[in-house]
């Protein structure tokens, strides 16, 4: 069964980190675009940082940049969002997506139901 599945969320407090990790299983992620996404409560989802599938092009929404940095690991089919400085309207579920054939990673940030894979999402709070 093709899968992705989101850890690393929690609680903390402004100015914390977190880093998020994206697991692939029942696919190889080499041939894929990923992005993270969030959705706050009565917000639509927005893309947040997306990844190409070599690793070499990144994209960022301008509310995280400088604070959040995506990376990928292929050896172990994962991959991760570091998220420094943290603010309280960071506060969502985060989820992460995979698609191939994307012509450029900003193409990937851009939400849509038509992506390949969907994950469950992992809840970020930071509050004090």
């Known amino acids: 069964q093709l899968q992705l599945v989101e850890s690393g969320g929690g609680l903390v407090q402004p100015g914390g980190s977190l880093r998020l990790s994206c697991a692939a299983s029942g696919f190889t992620l080499d041939y894929y675009a990923i992005g993270w996404f969030r959705q706050a409560p009565g917000k639509e989802r927005e893309g947040v940082s997306c990844?190409?599938?070599?690793?070499?092009?990144?994209n960022y929404a301008d509310s995280v940049k400088g604070r959040f940095t995506i990376s990928r690991d292929n050896a172990k089919n994962t991959v991760y969002l570091q998220m420094n400085s943290l603010k309280p309207e960071d506060t969502a579920v985060y989820y992460c997506?995979?698609?191939?054939?994307?012509?450029?990673?900003?193409?990937?940030?851009?939400?849509?139901?038509?992506?390949?894979?969907w994950g469950q999402g992992t809840q970020v709070t930071v509050s004090s």
């Open positions: 997506a995979a698609e191939a054939h994307i012509t450029t990673v900003q193409a990937m940030c851009v939400m849509t139901d038509g992506r390949y894979v």
């Open positions: 990844i190409s599938s070599s690793g070499d092009s990144t």
